[in-house]
């Protein structure tokens, strides 16, 4: 049994409820230096993928390697730093979020998907205040998802992201994939509200320690649970984004906690030595 296999095990026996689980997706980043294992390799999707879809995918069983040539939307690929915010040039003529701005516009072939330069620029998020309704995902009466470009970069510089870009490829899978005893470098649950209880408390039992969340309405799954973690070594947990919902299709009773992998195992251990003290089989509405 892999090391995260039995990390999660451990986390749901300890929780005390029968058939049990909380939709898991480990991460694993590979700098542009790395060789990645063969195994690894083949599951790369023939198809664009979102680091949102690929999440909730991988908790179902179905691994995904993204690179700048399959993932999916424009925004994940420089919050993973696989590409440089500022180029100029579109990742490609079809990726599931563009694909999106492209159907709505009434196009067709004529239509040109925007760069990343026009995503850290905020003139993607602020599209009818740009007077670029064709960046628009919800037809002519989008107000896009900031008011201006100036509040659309205030956001966009708080929107965590690796670069300049350092990455060759993002991992993600679940804890039946056994092909590697891979340590992941973040750990993504997919959580309901009394879930997040228990597993705070667990975090805490041993350490003492507050979770500070920060959390936005977009680039959620990339920015705020995947890399954030990564970076600050932090726990974070945040309300699924845009894309998540519409996209991806996350539940409304669900939301994110990206957890480091050494955080990871501090908070299954509390969760085994706190067992006793919190009986979370008696917390109302939980349930196998």
Do not use: W
């Not at 690929?54 to 908790?59: E, P, S, Y």
């Not at 993204?66 to 999916?72: A, K, Q």
């Not at 919800?138 to 708080?158: M, S």
């Not at 939301?255 to 480091?260: E, R, T």
């Amino acid at each position: 049994m892999t090391k995260i296999k039995q990390l999660y095990s451990s986390m749901i026996d300890a929780m005390g409820v029968e058939n049990f689980e909380i939709p898991m997706t480990a991460v694993k980043f590979f700098k542009k230096e790395d060789e990645i294992p063969e195994p690894i390799k083949m599951n790369q999707p023939a198809i664009s993928l979102t680091s949102c879809q690929a999440t909730k995918q991988a908790a179902l069983g179905d691994a995904a390697l993204l690179t700048y040539d399959n993932i999916g939307c424009v925004a994940a690929a420089i919050t993973f730093g696989l590409v440089d915010q500022n180029q100029t040039e579109p990742l490609g003529e079809s990726r599931v979020y563009t694909d999106i701005m492209r159907d709505q516009s009434g196009l067709g072939s004529d239509f040109k998907p925007p760069t990343p330069k026009d995503f850290t620029s905020g003139t993607v998020y602020a599209c009818k205040a740009a007077d670029r309704m064709d960046f628009a995902l919800f037809g002519k009466d989008d107000v896009g998802r900031f008011k201006d470009v100036e509040t659309a970069k205030k956001a966009i510089a708080d929107m965590v992201a690796i670069q300049p870009p350092t990455m060759q490829g993002v991992f993600f899978y679940s804890i039946d994939f056994d092909d590697l005893d891979l340590i992941p470098d973040v750990v993504v649950l997919n959580i309901r509200s009394a879930e997040l209880t228990r597993i705070i408390q667990a975090y805490q039992f041993n350490t003492g320690k507050r979770v500070t969340a920060s959390m936005g309405g977009l680039r959620v799954v990339n920015s705020d649970l995947i890399v954030r973690p990564y970076l600050t070594q932090e726990i974070n947990i945040a309300p699924y984004c845009l894309g998540a919902r519409l996209i991806a299709e996350f539940e409304a009773d669900r939301l994110g906690m990206g957890i480091p992998f050494r955080l990871f195992e501090e908070t299954v251990k509390g969760m085994e030595d706190s067992k006793t003290g919190f009986p979370f089989h008696l917390y109302p509405g939980v349930t196998g």
